[in-house]
């Protein structure tokens, strides 16, 4: 059943309309903004590129806000490196279900190293991955995770 909870995640990029709202920075927040109860979904947009991410994921906007460095403090092309190699070996667990948990690796991700995604987007991934192998308890390279 935990499992099922946790099945809620669902990632991607989705090419589309400029109807996507841009996301505030988290960078002005208070004790008592990461005090107020937040919705599990964290929408990423980049309206100049019209990408977009939807993470669903229990606990993860939280640990977001507390938890990872803030904006800034990597590199961009640091950031698009590691997604690209954590990307690759999560599309290739979702194709493996009899080998890894089909119920953490759901749905593919469609990241392109030749595609400009900006920061913002790049930034809550690679985040994204970085909670996922922490709460889950999985390496999806040869880095081990961390804060």
Do not use: H
Request: one cysteine or more; aromatic letters at 16%.
């Amino acid at each position: 059943m935990k499992n099922s909870i946790l099945l809620l995640f669902t990632l991607g990029l989705i090419i589309g309309c400029n109807t996507a709202k841009p996301v505030s920075s988290n960078n002005n927040l208070t004790e008592q903004d990461l005090l107020k109860p937040t919705s599990d979904t964290v929408t990423i947009t980049n309206d100049e590129l019209e990408y977009e991410i939807i993470i669903i994921e229990p606990g993860f906007n939280a640990w977001l806000m507390s938890m990872a460095r803030p904006e800034g403090y990597y590199s961009k092309s640091f950031l698009e490196n590691r997604n690209y190699l954590y990307v690759t070996e999560w599309n290739q667990r979702v194709l493996q279900p009899q080998r890894y948990n089909p119920n953490l690796y759901e749905l593919q991700i469609d990241y392109s190293p030749n595609i400009d995604y900006g920061y913002e987007v790049n930034y809550k991934l690679y985040n994204y991955f970085i909670y996922f192998q922490l709460t889950y308890k999985q390496r999806l390279g040869p880095f081990v995770p961390r804060i």
